[in-house]
T-cell receptor, first 111, second 114 residues
Framework: GQQLNQSPQSMFIQEGEDVSMNCTSSSIFNTWLWYKQDPGEGPVLLIALYKAGELTSNGRLTAQFGITRKDSFLNISASIPSDVGIYFCAGHASNTGKLIFGQGTTLQVKP | GAGVSQSPRYKVTKRGQDVALRCDPISGHVSLYWYRQALGQGPEFLTYFNYEAQQDKSGLPNDRFSAERPEGSISTLTIQRTEQRDSAMYRC????????????FGPGTRLLVL
């Protein structure tokens, strides 16, 4: 089935550093979404992207929908300890609600 | 309720037993989704409903898995004759309408098959 390749798998950074993670697909996606999952909780939507080339910010988070519609990246600036968690990219390959998720990037921030 | 709720939060069962997992979506949400998440992986789509109609069940692994949403609100995911490989986190999500609307996830049910 369709898969999203997300990298890196994990990151261990110092507080204050910027973070970048990305997601690629072998097929075209209509939307790109970035979720964060905290321990014991379900994924929570951070940013949604709906058009190729779209660049969207949410506070310290910035994400872009790749021009080819086959990739997306998420940047976190000036990381803080509460950024710790697992970040997932996800996308809709069709106009149905079926979401395809990446494998996740585990972020750890050292104070 | 305020968010998506799922019960039980944890379920331990013996191989061969049937289990039923419940999802209570956000009130008024038309669409309901089931995902399965293995340790260290992202959620994997199983099936979804608009109202009481099952729209897509292409992600159900085999015929031991079934889901229903008879009144268009609460949904039940049933796994018959459980196997150890069924052990995972089962997550439910709901959205106001279908398509590309934001999906809100519940806390999940952790299933362990011994």
């Amino acid at each position: 089935g369709q898969q999203l390749n997300q990298s890196p798998q994990s990151m261990f950074i110092q507080e204050g550093e910027d973070v970048s993670m990305n997601c690629t697909s072998s097929s075209i996606f209509n939307t790109w979404l970035w979720y964060k999952q905290d321990p014991g909780e379900g994924p929570v939507l951070l940013i949604a992207l709906y058009k190729a080339g779209e660049l969207t910010s949410n506070g310290r988070l910035t994400a872009q929908f790749g021009i080819t519609r086959k990739d997306s990246f998420l940047n976190i600036s000036a990381s803080i300890p509460s950024d710790v968690g697992i970040y997932f990219c996800a996308g809709h390959a069709s106009n149905t609600g079926k979401l395809i998720f990446g494998q996740g990037t585990t972020l750890q921030v050292k104070p | 309720g305020a968010g998506v709720s799922q019960s039980p939060r944890y379920k331990v069962t013996k191989r061969g037993q049937d289990v039923a997992l419940r999802c209570d979506p956000i009130s008024g949400h038309v669409s309901l989704y089931w995902y399965r998440q293995a340790l260290g992986q992202g959620p994997e789509f199983l099936t979804y409903f608009n109202y009481e109609a099952q729209q897509d069940k292409s992600g159900l692994p085999n015929d031991r898995f079934s889901a229903e949403r008879p009144e268009g609100s609460i949904s039940t995911l049933t796994i018959q004759r459980t196997e150890q490989r069924d052990s995972a986190m089962y997550r439910c999500a709901s959205s106001l309408v279908g398509g590309r609307e934001t999906q809100y996830f519940g806390p999940g049910t952790r299933l362990l098959v011994l």
